[in-house]
Protein backbone atom coordinates (compact mmCIF):
# COMPACT_ATOMS: atom_id res chain seq x y z
CA UNK A 1 0.00 0.00 0.00
CA UNK A 2 1.45 3.52 -1.21
CA UNK A 3 1.20 6.63 1.75
CA UNK A 4 1.55 9.80 0.92
CA UNK A 5 2.44 12.68 3.57
CA UNK A 6 2.69 16.56 2.62
CA UNK A 7 4.16 19.09 4.45
CA UNK A 8 5.86 22.30 4.15
CA UNK A 9 2.55 24.58 3.74
CA UNK A 10 1.65 27.74 5.17
CA UNK A 11 0.62 31.16 4.59
CA UNK A 12 3.56 33.57 3.02
CA UNK A 13 3.74 36.88 1.43
CA UNK A 14 3.45 37.44 -2.20
CA UNK A 15 7.05 36.62 -3.66
CA UNK A 16 7.82 34.57 -1.14
CA UNK A 17 8.93 31.25 -1.03
CA UNK A 18 8.24 27.82 0.19
CA UNK A 19 9.08 24.09 0.12
CA UNK A 20 6.64 21.55 -0.03
CA UNK A 21 7.59 17.91 0.69
CA UNK A 22 6.14 14.36 -0.15
CA UNK A 23 7.44 11.50 1.47
CA UNK A 24 6.23 8.09 0.17
CA UNK A 25 6.20 5.04 1.90
CA UNK A 26 5.41 1.23 0.31
CA UNK A 27 6.07 1.73 -3.36
CA UNK A 28 5.69 -0.90 -5.57
CA UNK A 29 7.68 -0.60 -9.13
CA UNK A 30 4.23 0.18 -10.92
CA UNK A 31 4.33 3.14 -9.23
CA UNK A 32 7.14 5.57 -10.81
CA UNK A 33 5.61 9.00 -10.84
CA UNK A 34 5.15 11.44 -8.17
CA UNK A 35 2.48 14.31 -9.14
CA UNK A 36 1.67 17.73 -7.63
CA UNK A 37 -1.63 19.02 -7.73
CA UNK A 38 -3.89 21.98 -6.60
CA UNK A 39 -7.21 22.81 -6.13
CA UNK A 40 -8.36 26.21 -5.54
CA UNK A 41 -12.14 26.61 -4.20
CA UNK A 42 -14.62 27.13 -6.45
CA UNK A 43 -11.66 25.55 -9.60
CA UNK A 44 -11.34 22.48 -10.91
CA UNK A 45 -7.98 20.52 -9.67
CA UNK A 46 -4.84 21.11 -11.73
CA UNK A 47 -2.15 18.98 -12.46
CA UNK A 48 1.19 21.44 -11.68
CA UNK A 49 4.14 19.12 -12.07
CA UNK A 50 5.12 16.03 -11.86
CA UNK A 51 8.50 13.63 -11.78
CA UNK A 52 9.53 10.52 -12.64
CA UNK A 53 11.65 8.62 -9.37
CA UNK A 54 13.43 6.52 -11.92
CA UNK A 55 15.06 9.14 -14.24
CA UNK A 56 14.08 12.26 -13.19
CA UNK A 57 12.14 13.62 -16.15
CA UNK A 58 9.83 16.28 -15.25
CA UNK A 59 6.80 18.05 -16.06
CA UNK A 60 5.65 21.54 -15.36
CA UNK A 61 2.37 23.68 -16.37
CA UNK A 62 2.45 26.55 -18.13
CA UNK A 63 1.10 28.48 -14.65
CA UNK A 64 4.03 27.41 -12.31
CA UNK A 65 6.95 27.77 -14.92
CA UNK A 66 9.55 29.25 -13.92
CA UNK A 67 8.75 29.66 -10.38
CA UNK A 68 8.27 25.91 -9.34
CA UNK A 69 11.05 23.13 -9.13
CA UNK A 70 10.17 19.76 -8.85
CA UNK A 71 13.27 16.69 -6.85
CA UNK A 72 13.43 14.06 -5.75
CA UNK A 73 15.45 11.96 -3.44
CA UNK A 74 15.39 8.84 -3.66
CA UNK A 75 17.13 7.70 -0.83
CA UNK A 76 14.20 9.54 1.30
CA UNK A 77 11.56 8.51 -1.36
CA UNK A 78 10.88 11.83 -1.17
CA UNK A 79 9.57 14.11 -3.59
CA UNK A 80 9.89 18.44 -2.99
CA UNK A 81 8.08 21.12 -4.66
CA UNK A 82 10.21 24.51 -4.29
CA UNK A 83 7.82 27.54 -4.93
CA UNK A 84 9.61 30.89 -5.67
CA UNK A 85 7.52 34.26 -6.33
CA UNK A 86 4.45 33.04 -4.98
CA UNK A 87 1.64 35.11 -6.29
CA UNK A 88 -2.02 35.18 -4.53
CA UNK A 89 -3.11 33.00 -7.17
CA UNK A 90 -1.06 30.24 -6.14
CA UNK A 91 -3.48 29.60 -3.34
CA UNK A 92 -4.65 26.27 -3.23
CA UNK A 93 -4.57 23.05 -1.18
CA UNK A 94 -1.78 20.93 -2.75
CA UNK A 95 -1.71 17.52 -2.98
CA UNK A 96 1.03 14.96 -4.09
CA UNK A 97 0.07 11.74 -5.84
CA UNK A 98 1.62 8.60 -6.92
CA UNK A 99 1.20 7.09 -10.41
CA UNK A 100 2.30 4.71 -12.86
CA UNK A 101 5.18 5.51 -15.34
CA UNK A 102 4.36 8.62 -17.58
CA UNK A 103 0.86 9.51 -15.39
CA UNK A 104 -0.01 12.84 -16.91
CA UNK A 105 -3.83 13.17 -15.90
CA UNK A 106 -4.90 13.06 -12.40
CA UNK A 107 -7.38 10.08 -13.04
CA UNK A 108 -4.24 8.16 -13.45
CA UNK A 109 -2.92 8.47 -10.09
CA UNK A 110 -4.25 6.13 -7.90
CA UNK A 111 -2.59 7.21 -4.42
CA UNK A 112 -3.42 10.64 -2.92
CA UNK A 113 -1.73 12.39 0.01
CA UNK A 114 -4.03 14.10 2.65
CA UNK A 115 -3.02 17.75 0.57
CA UNK A 116 -1.45 20.93 2.66
CA UNK A 117 -2.59 24.70 2.40
CA UNK A 118 -0.88 27.13 0.75
CA UNK A 119 -2.03 30.74 1.08
CA UNK A 120 -0.61 33.12 -0.55
CA UNK A 121 -1.70 36.76 0.96
CA UNK A 122 -0.41 39.99 2.31
Known amino acids: QVQLVESGGGLVQPGGSLRLSCAAS????????IGWFRQAPGKEREGISWISMSDGNTYYADSVKGRFTISRDNAKNTVYLQMNSLKPEDTAVYYC???????????????WGQGTQVTVSS
Open 97 to 111: AAGPPGATSGWEYDY
Open 26 to 33: GFTLGYDT
